[in-house]
Nanobody, 117 residues
């Protein structure tokens, strides 16, 4: 099976930065796509950022220009750098990956990000 373990969440003030890491039990290039989703209380889970084939990236409009996703193939890790954080970024952030060999997606347990105003 595949495990995804997030780390790096926490509390930060508006305008601050946080770095989230997702450690995968399989090599990052073995995933077709990996990324980050988030879910705020009472809201649906939404895509934040994702990387395809370890190279191509895309972002939600709400985080474009503030967040950066990157893949560290040597460490089997996907990192989300979050800058200029806003209170509306407050949510539980989940690491996600689709692994073609298994034909399904996998989720991490989530990490809380709270941005105070």
């Amino acid at each position: 099976q595949v495990e995804l373990v997030e780390s790096g969440g926490g509390l930060v003030q508006t305008g601050g930065s946080l770095r989230l890491s997702c450690a995968a039990s399989k090599s990052v290039p073995s995933f077709y796509r990996m990324g980050w989703y988030r879910q705020a209380p009472g809201e649906q889970r939404e895509m934040v950022a994702r990387v395809t084939n370890g190279v191509a990236t895309d972002y939600a409009d709400t985080v474009q220009g503030r967040f950066t996703i990157s893949a560290d193939n040597a460490k089997n890790t996907v990192v989300l750098e979050m800058n200029s954080l806003k209170p509306e970024d407050t949510a539980v952030y989940y690491c996600w990956g689709y692994h073609a060999n298994y034909g399904r997606e996998f989720w991490g347990q989530g990490t809380q990000v709270t941005v105070s105003s």
